[in-house]
């Protein structure tokens, strides 16, 4: 078990390895040079020279590699060329703000696309099923900027029942803050039904089919026990382990879910990185975006091979 | 809920699997033929499969024919019709410039419906490619090839977009690039896994055993064999290119103005829904939706058909 | 027929099970489709009755419905069934689950699958128990008490594992726990015993049978093993395309049986002391037919040799031969007169050549995985003489693949080992293997539906073949290609068809034929017809001593069945734990003196003749080949164990006799005096 979790964090480290490099040298792979490219072709030469000497960008990629890296170890993710202020002070608060939507919509979602997933299952082919099933796919692939529109445009402009920003007035207590929230977090929850409940679905359909399912039916155990007992026991487990796994999508989701409510998350610092060409800070944010991801993947491994008998004496066997 | 006495799920398992015909004595005469009439007979009578396919085809016409279509010029600026609501002259309004957006939205499905398939079709011979020799080589190969596919996976699809677009600037040859390098990894995964399995067959160790090279196993004997999976990848990605280039275009990274693509045109007015100006944002939304639901079902529905 | 078997004590009561007209059918693509047509069968209080049939006859919808448990897609069209006398069709929901909790119970194939892998065993049994009102410390007591009623040696810990931490004849046994935990009037048993080692099925057949005297509960037994029927049952019915033909007590179908069908299932397996070069086994001509096939009045006409036009039109009843002993033939009474169906000679055995066109000589394999080092074969040594059968037998993890896939060259051997073809030696990967090489050592792999490609048709799998193996092309390549076609019987019409449209014997004789391709030397035959149906497995047997005959191949003949491989087989190879334990004449290996194991391997196979040799039992389970025993390898095991020499020395493989070779510390002497007697039984 030791040995599991040991290889899997390894891997993990050098997956994120990987990527602070893709990252790093795909945003170094431009033409010209930084500081020409943010004070633009009418600068004097002597400016470009100095930004890019204060940006080190007039070091070599390696030292420049390096030195962002070492900084990371030192807790310090270096200085944002938009604002002048430290890189750390804007992506954090920002990712607290994107979490707390996340959450709201992960505990909205989960459970909810389990619930459609199993139901379609146990009635697999049937209207029920068809209805969820399709359902759930067609929500999935519409874009979440589509659902942000859409539902600003029914529930605040119509109905005039929730706010079309998604940002509290400062103050605001716990429950406003929840109902600011509600909105972009049904765009994430309409995206991620679909995928959970399929999920699902597909899981619990693999156990209903099994054997084991057949003997516990014919023991004559009455059906509600069958599928908590045996069913789904062995179906949601592949099923939550799936789910972590989407906090990663999540965030790409949020870019565009928080521009349209105007939220100040991970998502939007990103955008604003991106078209501000602020590389330090789209850089950093990005890196974040893949640890997130990786520990949540990491996480869902071990709770699934802890829960799991069959991996959990893999090494004892 | 079912009852007791109707075993649960559709347990082919159950008994004897009746779903499987056994065999038979006298094969018809052109036998692929039989196998692709059925195949199009069961498609065919797929609800979901007809219903993405009529979608699909409308947009089709919509993007060759749009500009015989469309009642005005998508292009034509107005400022003195700027923002007027839906009327009979104009039936689903105009926008900030008064550009009429019943054409823009009808003339806009031609970009995305020609940059998605491309890049899908690109991502999906590469993804093909890499994950043939990943499957069937594995070792040192397969583990480098995977690490660098997670760390690709490990960033959302639409930020290595993004991160892409603002190092390459954007344009639309850009996109194409961008979405299939984001997508080969995935696909490549799918045809693997697939490979990983064929791999067992003996039909792979019959290969070998009458001295054949290996391209020739790849792409003689194995490569048909992953073709459904490699079909309802396709598919299946080209609904998410679909999403995620409507989405680029959204961000501004996407296909650039003065083109009417709709995720632009949300772009453009989104700020606009509170004052109540709301056509100018519906309508190319319904579009997407329609578009990506559409592809999505048609996927489904192949997907049923070929993964049985 | 056994002695051991209880006597049934048939007491006018109501039968365990009842099926009357019974007519299930499957709608298969909008189309109802009949699997069983109007089955009668009816089992008495404490009878064992088996079913036996073939893939696709039915048997297993006939068990299912007997606890009313068909896929949804499947339903009782016609008939009645009553357990206990209790109506089944009848019943509520609720009544059916009241019945399966207390009066039926069902074991089949595959335990492993049948046990929830993330539930420990305890609870997996303690449940029916909990179910009937216990409370669970007591269902768990009661659960252990069970666990040992099935002979688990250590239930406290059995009970603390999952099912994927035991062996596959372990979780049988605690199956067949938590299906007689509630003393079930009728345990339907089907194909309990497929998929096991032999050792292993004997164990748990002798289990069931223990069991069967301490509970009183009717069997029904479903399987396609005759040998298992003879052993086990006291009647037998047997079933053919959804309808039961002939049906009696198992002594007397087996001695008369008056059935064509029955007659031809009997006539091809070969049976003890047949050889392939004294008689050509019998074969049933034609094909199973398709499910819900529409068939003549008498369901076998077109495949029966005595078939007259009243077949066609008129149903056969039920005629009485002898007491009990019925048949669904019109021409019950001159059955036996049933043409055979193979009419060719047998081929009268050649000496084979001196020279060999194949040796091996410290042959080993290691396999690695996460720091283990695996060892899957240790030194083994054998020579293939040309025109010759070497049949390999062994149970699953002897290393009878790895030695088969070695020697093909699809996976290289440990350095140092030597395989020798014309005494040049073998590169270890076929990819750096002369062509000549490859077209020497061709092989017939077990299942067909994977070694074919099944995109591709007959035509192109086979041409593509002889382009490779023998570099012709055009005209000349197309008639080769017919010359093939035609040597391995395949219907040259049938040549454009696709593996899927073919039957498995069909799809088996492409597979043949494409080994043939290139003029072969050698051929390894990896299980070819354990996936085939028994019918059909007499054909390509058949087949393959008619190809030997005429091409002078020597063939590596592996499988598990001993029948088959003594029919086969010149001389015969066991492997145990990737150790050849004993290489002799057919005629001499399974005769004393033979090696212990080969000894106790021998008696575990039921056989259809009915003349049972006392079982020798085996004691644990095969070691795992990451830590093998010390000494001899089979020192854990062997009924025969002589004391310490056992467990530290490993003995060499040495020849006792001409010609035949073993691995015991035991001379040939002292085993032909011990074998006179059965051995001790050793801690069961």
């Given at each position: 078990m030791t040995r599991f979790i040991a290889k899997r964090l390894?891997?993990?480290?050098?997956?994120?390895?990987?990527?602070?490099?893709?990252?790093?040298?795909?945003?170094?792979?431009?033409?010209?040079?930084?500081?020409?490219?943010?004070?633009?072709?009418?600068?004097?030469?002597?400016?470009?020279?100095?930004?890019?000497?204060?940006?080190?960008?007039?070091?070599?990629?390696?030292?420049?590699?390096?030195?962002?890296?070492?900084?990371?170890?030192?807790?310090?993710?270096?200085?944002?060329?938009?604002?002048?202020?430290?890189?750390?002070?804007?992506?954090?608060?920002?990712?607290?703000?994107?979490?707390?939507?996340?959450?709201?919509?992960?505990?909205?979602?989960?459970?909810?696309?389990?619930?459609?997933?199993?139901?379609?299952?146990?009635?697999?082919?049937?209207?029920?099923?068809?209805?969820?099933?399709?359902?759930?796919?067609?929500?999935?692939?519409?874009?979440?900027?589509?659902?942000?529109?859409?539902?600003?445009?029914?529930?605040?402009?119509?109905?005039?029942?929730?706010?079309?920003?998604?940002?509290?007035?400062?103050?605001?207590?716990?429950?406003?803050?929840?109902?600011?929230?509600?909105?972009?977090?049904?765009?994430?929850?309409?995206?991620?039904?679909?995928?959970?409940?399929?999920?699902?679905?597909?899981?619990?359909?693999?156990?209903?089919?099994?054997?084991?399912?057949?003997?516990?039916?014919?023991?004559?155990?009455?059906?509600?026990?069958?599928?908590?007992?045996?069913?789904?026991r062995n179906?949601l487990l592949p099923?939550i382990a799936?789910?972590a796994?989407?906090?990663?999508?999540?965030?790409?989701?949020?870019?565009?879910?928080?521009?349209?409510?105007?939220?100040?998350?991970?998502?939007?610092?990103?955008?604003?990185?991106?078209?501000?060409?602020?590389?330090?800070?789209?850089?950093?944010?990005?890196?974040?975006?893949?640890?997130?991801?990786?520990?949540a993947t990491l996480l869902a491994d071990l709770a699934y091979s802890l829960l799991n008998p069959r991996l959990r004496f893999e090494s004892a066997? | 809920?079912?009852?007791?006495?109707?075993?649960?799920?559709?347990?082919?398992?159950?008994?004897?699997?009746?779903?499987?015909?056994?065999?038979?004595?006298?094969?018809?005469?052109?036998?692929?033929?039989?196998?692709?009439?059925?195949?199009?007979?069961?498609?065919?009578?797929?609800?979901?499969?007809?219903?993405?396919?009529?979608?699909?085809?409308?947009?089709?016409?919509?993007?060759?024919?749009?500009?015989?279509?469309?009642?005005?010029?998508?292009?034509?600026?107005?400022?003195?019709?700027?923002?007027?609501?839906?009327?009979?002259?104009?039936?689903?309004?105009?926008?900030?410039?008064?550009?009429?957006?019943?054409?823009?939205?009808?003339?806009?499905?031609?970009?995305?419906?020609?940059?998605?398939?491309?890049?899908?079709?690109?991502?999906?011979?590469?993804?093909?490619?890499?994950?043939?020799?990943?499957?069937?080589?594995?070792?040192?190969?397969?583990?480098?090839?995977?690490?660098?596919?997670?760390?690709?996976?490990?960033?959302?699809?639409?930020?290595?977009?993004?991160?892409?677009?603002?190092?390459?600037?954007?344009?639309?040859?850009?996109?194409?690039?961008?979405?299939?390098?984001?997508?080969?990894?995935?696909?490549?995964?799918?045809?693997?896994?697939?490979?990983?399995?064929?791999?067992?067959?003996?039909?792979?160790?019959?290969?070998?055993?009458?001295?054949?090279?290996?391209?020739?196993?790849?792409?003689?004997?194995?490569?048909?064999?992953?073709?459904?999976?490699?079909?309802?990848?396709?598919?299946?990605?080209?609904?998410?290119?679909?999403?995620?280039?409507?989405?680029?275009?959204?961000?501004?990274?996407?296909?650039?103005?003065?083109?009417?693509?709709?995720?632009?045109?949300?772009?453009?007015?989104?700020?606009?829904?509170?004052?109540?100006?709301?056509?100018?944002?519906?309508?190319?939304?319904?579009?997407?939706?329609?578009?990506?639901?559409?592809?999505?079902?048609?996927?489904?529905?192949?997907?049923?058909?070929?993964?049985? | 027929?056994?002695?051991?078997?209880?006597?049934?004590?048939?007491?006018?009561?109501?039968?365990?099970?009842?099926?009357?007209?019974?007519?299930?059918?499957?709608?298969?693509?909008?189309?109802?489709?009949?699997?069983?047509?109007?089955?009668?069968?009816?089992?008495?209080?404490?009878?064992?009755?088996?079913?036996?049939?073939?893939?696709?006859?039915?048997?297993?919808?006939?068990?299912?419905?007997?606890?009313?448990?068909?896929?949804?897609?499947?339903?009782?069209?016609?008939?009645?069934?009553?357990?206990?006398?209790?109506?089944?069709?009848?019943?509520?929901?609720?009544?059916?689950?009241?019945?399966?909790?207390?009066?039926?119970?069902?074991?089949?194939?595959?335990?492993?699958?049948?046990?929830?892998p993330s539930?420990?065993?305890?609870?997996?049994?303690?449940?029916?128990?909990?179910?009937?009102?216990?409370?669970?410390?007591?269902?768990?007591?009661?659960?252990?008490?069970?666990?040992?009623?099935?002979?688990?040696?250590?239930?406290?810990?059995?009970?603390?594992?999952y099912?994927?931490?035991?062996?596959?004849?372990?979780?049988?046994?605690?199956?067949?726990?938590?299906?007689?935990?509630?003393?079930?009037?009728?345990?339907?048993?089907?194909?309990?015993?497929?998929?096991?080692?032999?050792?292993?099925?004997?164990?748990?057949?002798?289990?069931?049978?223990?069991?069967?005297?301490?509970?009183?509960?009717?069997?029904?037994?479903?399987?396609?093993?005759?040998?298992?029927?003879?052993?086990?049952?006291?009647?037998?019915?047997?079933?053919?395309?959804?309808?039961?033909?002939?049906?009696?007590?198992?002594?007397?179908?087996?001695?008369?049986?008056?059935?064509?069908?029955?007659?031809?299932?009997?006539?091809?397996?070969?049976?003890?002391?047949?050889?392939?070069?004294?008689?050509?086994?019998?074969?049933?001509?034609?094909?199973?037919?398709?499910?819900?096939?529409?068939?003549?009045?008498?369901?076998?006409?077109?495949?029966?040799?005595?078939?007259?036009?009243?077949?066609?039109?008129?149903?056969?009843?039920?005629?009485?031969?002898?007491?009990?002993?019925?048949?669904?033939?019109?021409?019950?009474?001159?059955?036996?007169?049933?043409?055979?169906?193979?009419?060719?000679?047998?081929?009268?055995?050649?000496?084979?050549?001196?020279?060999?066109?194949?040796?091996?000589?410290?042959?080993?394999?290691?396999?690695?995985?996460?720091?283990?080092?695996?060892?899957?074969?240790?030194?083994?040594?054998?020579?293939?003489?040309?025109?010759?059968?070497?049949?390999?037998?062994?149970?699953?993890?002897?290393?009878?693949?790895?030695?088969?896939?070695?020697?093909?060259?699809?996976?290289?051997?440990?350095?140092?080992?030597?395989?020798?073809?014309?005494?040049?030696?073998?590169?270890?990967?076929?990819?750096?293997?002369?062509?000549?090489?490859?077209?020497?050592?061709?092989?017939?792999?077990?299942?067909?539906?994977?070694?074919?490609?099944?995109?591709?048709?007959?035509?192109?799998?086979?041409?593509?073949?002889?382009?490779?193996?023998?570099?012709?092309?055009?005209?000349?390549?197309?008639?080769?290609?017919?010359?093939?076609?035609?040597?391995?019987?395949?219907?040259?019409?049938?040549?454009?068809?696709?593996?899927?449209?073919?039957?498995?014997?069909?799809?088996?004789?492409?597979?043949?034929?494409?080994?043939?391709?290139?003029?072969?030397?050698?051929?390894?035959?990896?299980?070819?017809?354990?996936?085939?149906?028994?019918?059909?497995?007499?054909?390509?047997?058949?087949?393959?001593?008619?190809?030997?005959?005429?091409?002078?191949?020597?063939?590596?003949?592996?499988?598990?069945?001993?029948?088959?491989?003594?029919?086969?087989?010149?001389?015969?190879?066991?492997?145990?734990?990737?150790?050849?334990?004993?290489?002799?004449?057919?005629?001499?290996?399974?005769?004393?003196?033979?090696?212990?194991?080969?000894?106790?391997?021998?008696?575990?196979?039921?056989?259809?003749?009915?003349?049972?040799?006392?079982?020798?039992?085996?004691?644990?389970?095969?070691?795992?080949?990451?830590?093998?025993?010390?000494?001899?390898?089979?020192?854990?095991?062997?009924?025969?164990?002589?004391?310490?020499?056992?467990?530290?020395?490993?003995?060499?493989?040495?020849?006792?006799?001409?010609?035949?070779?073993?691995?015991?510390?035991?001379?040939?002497?002292?085993?032909?005096?011990?074998?006179?007697?059965?051995?001790?039984?050793?801690?069961?």
């Amino acid at each position: 078990m030791t040995r599991f979790i040991a290889k899997r964090l390894g891997l993990g480290l050098i997956t994120l390895w990987l990527l602070s490099v893709l990252v790093f040298f795909g945003t170094q792979i431009l033409p010209g040079d930084v500081a020409r490219r943010i004070l633009g072709p009418f600068a004097t030469q002597s400016a470009v020279n100095a930004l890019n000497h204060q940006l080190g960008t007039d070091k070599s990629v390696f030292v420049q590699y390096w030195d962002w890296i070492s900084g990371i170890f030192h807790g310090n993710l270096g200085t944002s060329v938009a604002t002048r202020t430290s890189v750390s002070s804007i992506v954090f608060p920002a990712l607290w703000h994107s979490a707390k939507l996340a959450i709201l919509a992960f505990i909205i979602v989960v459970p909810l696309g389990i619930l459609g997933g199993v139901l379609a299952a146990l009635n697999e082919g049937r209207f029920r099923d068809r209805f969820i099933s399709v359902g759930g796919l067609s929500a999935t692939t519409v874009p979440e900027f589509v659902w942000a529109v859409a539902l600003i445009l029914v529930f605040a402009l119509w109905l005039g029942l929730l706010p079309s920003t998604a940002t509290a007035p400062p103050g605001s207590g716990f429950f406003s803050q929840v109902e600011y929230l509600v909105l972009p977090a049904l765009c994430l929850v309409f995206v991620l039904f679909g995928y959970i409940a399929r999920m699902a679905r597909a899981g619990t359909i693999e156990s209903l089919d099994a054997d084991y399912t057949r003997t516990a039916v014919i023991k004559g155990l009455p059906y509600r026990t069958v599928v908590r007992r045996h069913v789904l026991r062995n179906s949601l487990l592949p099923t939550i382990a799936v789910v972590a796994t989407q906090a990663g999508y999540l965030i790409g989701g949020l870019v565009a879910i928080e521009l349209v409510f105007n939220y100040q998350g991970i998502g939007q610092v990103l955008y604003r990185a991106a078209t501000q060409k602020d590389f330090p800070v789209l850089q950093s944010a990005v890196l974040i975006v893949g640890v997130v991801y990786l520990v949540a993947t990491l996480l869902a491994d071990l709770a699934y091979s802890l829960l799991n008998p069959r991996l959990r004496f893999e090494s004892a066997a | 809920m079912s009852s007791f006495g109707e075993p649960i799920g559709s347990s082919v398992t159950a008994a004897e699997p009746p779903a499987q015909a056994e065999s038979t004595l006298e094969p018809a005469p052109s036998e692929a033929k039989v196998i692709r009439r059925e195949r199009l007979a069961l498609l065919l009578r797929s609800k979901t499969f007809i219903a993405g396919a009529v979608i699909l085809a409308f947009w089709i016409v919509c993007a060759i024919f749009g500009y015989l279509i469309a009642p005005d010029d998508p292009l034509l600026t107005n400022p003195v019709k700027a923002l007027q609501a839906p009327s009979s002259s104009h039936l689903f309004g105009t926008d900030t410039l008064g550009r009429d957006v019943l054409s823009r939205v009808i003339v806009g499905a031609r970009d995305i419906l020609i940059v998605a398939p491309l890049a899908t079709l690109l991502a999906t011979a590469m993804g093909t490619l890499l994950g043939l020799v990943t499957g069937y080589y594995r070792g040192f190969v397969d583990d480098t090839l995977g690490r660098i596919i997670d760390a690709i996976l490990a960033v959302p699809v639409v930020i290595v977009g993004l991160l892409s677009l603002v190092a390459l600037g954007p344009s639309t040859v850009t996109v194409i690039f961008v979405i299939a390098v984001v997508f080969t990894p995935v696909i490549a995964r799918t045809v693997r896994a697939a490979v990983l399995t064929e791999r067992q067959y003996e039909y792979v160790a019959a290969a070998r055993l009458r001295n054949e090279r290996t391209p020739y196993i790849l792409f003689g004997e194995i490569l048909p064999n992953v073709m459904g999976p490699v079909l309802v990848e396709f598919t299946v990605r080209l609904g998410y290119a679909i999403f995620t280039i409507a989405t680029l275009s959204f961000l501004g990274f996407g296909i650039q103005p003065p083109a009417p693509d709709w995720g632009l045109q949300i772009f453009q007015h989104y700020g606009l829904i509170s004052g109540g100006y709301w056509w100018p944002v519906l309508f190319p939304a319904l579009a997407i939706a329609s578009l990506v639901i559409g592809v999505n079902l048609l996927a489904d529905g192949i997907s049923q058909v070929f993964e049985r | 027929m056994s002695a051991t078997a209880p006597e049934p004590t048939v007491v006018q009561t109501t039968p365990a099970l009842e099926l009357r007209d019974l007519e299930v059918s499957y709608r298969v693509r909008g189309i109802w489709r009949t699997v069983l047509r109007g089955v009668t069968l009816s089992i008495a209080r404490n009878e064992a009755y088996g079913l036996v049939g073939e893939s696709g006859c039915g048997k297993s919808t006939a068990a299912f419905a007997a606890l009313r448990y068909l896929p949804r897609n499947g339903r009782v069209m016609n008939g009645s069934i009553h357990v206990d006398g209790e109506d089944l069709l009848s019943m509520s929901e609720d009544e059916v689950r009241q019945l399966r909790m207390s009066k039926v119970s069902m074991v089949y194939q595959n335990p492993t699958a049948a046990l929830n892998p993330s539930i420990r065993i305890g609870d997996q049994v303690a449940e029916v128990y909990a179910l009937a009102g216990d409370s669970d410390d007591r269902a768990h007591e009661r659960a252990q008490e069970m666990l040992s009623k099935v002979q688990i040696s250590d239930p406290v810990s059995v009970m603390r594992r999952y099912p994927h931490q035991l062996s596959g004849g372990m979780n049988q046994r605690v199956v067949i726990a938590m299906a007689l935990a509630t003393n079930p009037s009728l345990l339907i048993l089907d194909e309990p015993t497929t998929g096991l080692d032999a050792t292993v099925e004997g164990e748990v057949l002798d289990l069931i049978k223990t069991l069967r005297g301490e509970f009183e509960t009717s069997l029904l037994f479903i399987t396609h093993n005759l040998g298992v029927i003879s052993k086990m049952c006291e009647r037998m019915g047997v079933l053919y395309a959804g309808r039961l033909v002939e049906e009696g007590p198992v002594a007397e179908v087996f001695d008369r049986p008056s059935h064509p069908y029955t007659i031809g299932l009997v006539r091809c397996i070969p049976r003890g002391g047949v050889r392939k070069d004294k008689e050509t086994l019998d074969t049933i001509p034609g094909f199973l037919p398709q499910l819900g096939a529409e068939l003549p009045a008498c369901v076998f006409t077109d495949r029966c040799g005595l078939a007259e036009e009243i077949c066609r039109q008129q149903e056969p009843p039920f005629h009485r031969v002898t007491d009990g002993h019925c048949s669904r033939c019109h021409f019950y009474e001159r059955a036996h007169t049933l043409p055979r169906a193979t009419g060719a000679p047998p081929v009268p055995r050649e000496s084979p050549r001196e020279a060999p066109v194949l040796e091996a000589h410290g042959v080993r394999k290691t396999f690695h995985q996460e720091g283990h080092a695996i060892q899957a074969l240790a030194d083994v040594e054998f020579a293939l003489k040309e025109g010759e059968t070497l049949g390999l037998v062994g149970e699953s993890g002897s290393g009878k693949t790895t030695l088969a896939r070695l020697l093909i060259g699809l996976s290289a051997p440990d350095e140092g080992s030597i395989v020798e073809l014309d005494g040049a030696q073998l590169a270890g990967s076929v990819n750096k293997r002369k062509r000549d090489q490859v077209r020497a050592l061709q092989i017939v792999f077990q299942n067909p539906d994977s070694a074919l490609n099944r995109r591709f048709s007959i035509h192109r799998i086979l041409g593509r073949a002889l382009t490779m193996l023998t570099g012709e092309h055009g005209e000349k390549r197309e008639e080769r290609l017919r010359q093939l076609a035609h040597s391995v019987r395949f219907d040259v019409r049938l040549i454009g068809a696709r593996p899927a449209q073919l039957s498995g014997g069909l799809k088996q004789r492409v597979a043949i034929a494409r080994a043939f391709a290139g003029e072969p030397r050698i051929v390894v035959c990896d299980e070819p017809t354990s996936a085939l149906d028994v019918s059909v497995q007499a054909a390509i047997l058949n087949l393959l001593v008619e190809l030997q005959a005429q091409k002078k191949v020597a063939y590596l003949f592996i499988s598990h069945d001993l029948g088959v491989v003594r029919y086969l087989s010149d001389r015969i190879a066991v492997l145990y734990l990737g150790r050849l334990m004993e290489l002799g004449a057919a005629e001499s290996v399974f005769d004393p003196p033979q090696h212990p194991y080969t000894e106790a391997l021998g008696s575990a196979v039921p056989t259809a003749e009915g003349t049972e040799r006392t079982r020798i039992r085996l004691v644990g389970e095969i070691p795992s080949a990451a830590s093998p025993p010390s000494g001899c390898v089979f020192h854990t095991r062997c009924p025969r164990y002589i004391g310490d020499i056992c467990k530290t020395e490993e003995p060499e493989l040495r020849e006792v006799e001409p010609g035949h070779f073993w691995r015991c510390h035991y001379s040939a002497e002292q085993l032909r005096e011990l074998q006179k007697t059965p051995p001790p039984g050793r801690g069961v």
